[in-house]
């Protein structure tokens, strides 16, 4: 499906653009940084839920909370999980009830960025 452009990237390039971004503030507040990792590891530990369900579930949150670094990180994460294109439509589905019109803006992001990330694994 991957119809970006660098006028609007939702995947990879949203990801890059924040990369350096992040190595800049990490130095700055490290001890923060690593509370934070420790925080994403123990939530995305096996448990009842596996990891392909937990980013969905974050990819999720992020189209509600309108967050295209959340989205990418997220998408990228699902699909490496091994997340179906269905799966991720149907929990991005999930997003325009629970936020409504809204959702019909970043859940097309997110949609395609999850295409994005799936294609490129295939």
Same mark, same amino acid.
């Given at each position: 499906?991957?119809?970006?452009? #660098?006028?609007?990237?939702? /995947?990879?390039?949203?990801?890059?653009?924040?990369? =350096?971004?992040?190595?800049?503030?990490?130095?700055?507040? =490290?001890?923060?940084?690593?509370?934070?990792?420790?925080?994403?590891?123990?939530?995305?530990?096996?448990?009842?839920?596996? !990891?392909?369900?937990?980013?969905?579930?974050?990819?999720?949150?992020?189209?509600?909370? /309108? %967050?295209?670094? %959340?989205?990418? #990180?997220?998408?990228?994460?699902?699909?490496?999980?091994?997340?179906?294109? !269905?799966?991720?439509?149907?929990?991005?589905?999930?997003?325009?009830?629970?936020? $409504?019109?809204?959702?019909?803006?970043? $859940? =097309?992001?997110?949609?395609?960025?999850? %295409?994005?990330?799936?294609?490129?694994?295939?």
């Amino acid at each position: 499906m991957t119809t970006t452009t #660098s006028e609007h990237a939702h /995947g990879k390039d949203v990801l890059d653009a924040l990369n =350096p971004l992040h190595r800049e503030l990490r130095r700055a507040v =490290p001890d923060v940084y690593k509370g934070f990792g420790e925080l994403h590891k123990a939530a995305f530990a096996p448990g009842a839920l596996d !990891q392909r369900t937990k980013e969905l579930i974050a990819l999720a949150i992020g189209v509600v909370e /309108g %967050c295209d670094g %959340c989205i990418a #990180s997220h998408a990228q994460a699902a699909a490496r999980a091994g997340a179906t294109k !269905q799966e991720a439509a149907e929990a991005i589905g999930v997003t325009f009830l629970m936020k $409504g019109g809204p959702a019909t803006i970043y $859940g =097309p992001r997110a949609y395609d960025a999850f %295409c994005e990330f799936a294609d490129a694994l295939a």
